[in-house]
């Protein structure tokens, strides 16, 4: 179990560090809304899995909170860009 947790979280880590190193590059507003969405869900990822390795609850409730700040700033976001027109 726990070498699992270990390459689980080694995905994790790059697929933040790929976020991180395509949001400079991404020319869009959009596609930069997309990079952050998508690091706010690694992010979620990892507080499971950390709750998983620990067996805190307080990760699970961290967890909830990012998933649902993530959602509202993709859909908040989106509504900005279909209003601007960009």
């Known amino acids: 179990m726990a070498a699992t947790l270990t390459v689980l979280l080694a ?3 790059a697929s933040a560090v790929a976020v991180v190193v395509w949001v400079p590059r991404a020319r869009t507003l959009a596609g930069r809304a997309v990079a952050f969405d998508v690091l706010a869900s690694v992010m979620t990822c990892g507080l ?12 699970l409730e961290l967890a909830v909170v990012l998933g649902l700040l993530g959602f509202l700033t993709a859909v908040t976001v989106a509504r900005f860009i279909e209003r601007t027109g960009e």
């Open 11 to 13: 995905v994790l880590v």
């Open 48 to 59: 499971l899995v950390g709750a998983a390795i620990t067996g805190e609850g307080l990760f």
